[in-house]
């Protein structure tokens, strides 16, 4: 069995890697003769049976506390937090994160253990990983000791890409095209050989039960939205088109240049009850745009390449917008335990 570590450039000296090798075979792997591994199905991952396997890999950590447990297997690129999810071991998920086991790893396919949870409908392994990246970001905001004091120094991967920076994101190209499939897809050069999701087709189921959930105790003539985030438009475009009529103040706010001009193409621009203030949220929070309206009866944000701090700070300035007792808020959670 093969096994590369998450930065190819380094090396594992011949102990950690005997480790590591030691922690795979214990989880999932079959050795086959060319040096590979094979695996086998959910039922049949475990070399002598479940509880016999969980325990000997709880007590291989205890015994060798240093095992890397940020390395990937070769073929698939799975962690070990891959494989214990498939287990849906929700003790081990747990011990791996606790020993440092690196929540949000992709493998070959571009997965997490993440997106393993959800494709196997494990919440509880979903809500382990899940939470371990929320505690990851907050660390990264904000490091304190165990009196509670702020560290000088933050330990902290930066992404300066548009995937984890908003002002990269914001300089980016972005293409609005539709695939083979007639799927609505708006992408972003992440790099010069790689384009990502902003936004995509396949949220509209999602968006289609957000806007009837916002609009379910509140179907008043005189509606009024917050959106902060366009994208693709899909959201919007529901709020438009409600069976009681569009609303009676539909307020979008967008930063990014090619969204703003993709939607003038669209006709937002000539719409009478779209006002579009173009900027980022944080440039309109406090203004009369924003405070002077009166509140709104529905608030929407899913921006994109923000952190949970953003987030955290965008949910703190909510209550003061909303209109009253009926008025509601949703968000996309694109900062959950997936890639």
């Not at 792997?29 to 070399?47: C, F, N, Q, V």
């Not at 070990?80 to 003790?91: I, K």
């Not at 011990?95 to 959800?118: H, Q, S």
């Not at 924003?290 to 390449?305: E, K, P």
Request: proline share 4%; charged share 25%.
């Amino acid at each position: 069995m093969d096994i590369i570590d998450e930065d190819s450039s380094t090396e594992l000296d011949a102990s950690l890697t005997s480790k590591a090798l030691r922690l795979f075979k214990l989880l999932a792997a079959r050795p086959r003769g060319d040096g590979s591994a094979e695996y086998s199905s959910s039922t049949e991952l475990m070399d002598s049976g479940s509880t016999r396997s969980h325990d000997a890999i709880v007590q291989f950590l205890r015994d060798e506390p240093d095992v890397p447990l940020w390395v990937q297997e070769h073929q698939t690129g799975w962690s070990v937090l891959h494989f214990a999810v498939l287990q849906e071991d929700a003790e081990l998920v747990k011990l791996f994160i606790e020993y440092g086991a690196i929540w949000n790893l992709v493998d070959a396919c571009g997965y997490t253990a993440g997106d393993v949870a959800l494709s196997l409908n494990n919440e509880e392994c979903y809500r382990l990983i899940r939470d371990a990246g929320i505690r990851s970001e907050d660390r990264n905001e904000v490091g304190e000791d165990d009196d509670g004091h702020e560290n000088a120094l933050i330990l902290r991967a930066e992404d300066a890409t548009p995937a984890g920076s908003n002002e990269a994101f914001l300089q980016a190209k972005l293409t609005f095209t539709v695939d083979d499939d007639g799927q609505e897809l708006c992408l972003v050069d992440a790099s010069e050989s790689t384009q990502i999701g902003v936004m995509m087709g396949w949220e509209r189921p999602i968006m289609e039960v957000t806007v009837r959930l916002l609009h379910q105790d509140n179907d008043e003539p005189d509606f009024r939205v917050l959106n902060c985030g366009f994208g693709l438009g899909i959201i919007d475009s529901l709020f438009e088109s409600w069976s009681s009529g569009p609303p009676a103040l539909h307020v979008i706010i967008e930063p990014h240049p090619d969204v703003l001009a993709y939607m003038k193409t669209k006709g937002w621009y000539t719409k009478p009850n779209v006002k579009i203030l173009e900027g980022k949220w944080q440039d309109f929070i406090d203004s009369d745009e924003i405070l002077g309206v009166g509140g709104f009866d529905a608030i929407y944000t899913d921006v994109f390449s923000e952190s949970y701090k953003d987030l955290y700070e965008f949910f703190e300035r909510v209550p003061e917008l909303l209109r009253g007792p009926t008025s509601t808020f949703s968000f996309f959670n694109g900062l959950g335990a997936t890639s």
